[in-house]
């Protein structure tokens, strides 16, 4: 599989875990923390569709460096959001786990 299609996969497990939260009533912290990870979630999804698309392999590295850096801030944003209670421990492991095979395809 791709790295784009395992990133679509994360993507709606992901919001399909968002969509159980209500961020109008959650403290202010933790509403950031959700718009931030919605938002660096189509970050990542775009800069792997970049990352495929590199017409060089200098273009190609550059947008796999990106794409590495935004794929750990995203994981470290998944951890944050399931001290929220947003995602449970099985979650968080198995959204770990499929980002860092996406980021190893990623060279």
Sequence with gaps: MSAS???RTVEL?????LAGVDSAELPREERAAIESLQ???????????????????????AN??????HITQL??????ASSYGVFGP???AH?????EQIAEQLD
């Design 95 to 99: 959204v770990s786990a499929s980002l």
């Design 13 to 17: 497990a992901v919001r399909r875990q």
């Design 90 to 92: 099985a979650d968080v």
């Design 75 to 80: 994981q470290q944003l998944v951890l944050r």
């Design 39 to 61: 938002r660096l979630l189509a970050d990542c999804r775009l800069d792997v569709r970049d990352y495929e698309y590199s017409e060089t392999r200098d273009e190609q590295l």
């Design 5 to 7: 299609a395992q990133l």
């Design 64 to 69: 796999a460096a990106v794409a590495k850096k």
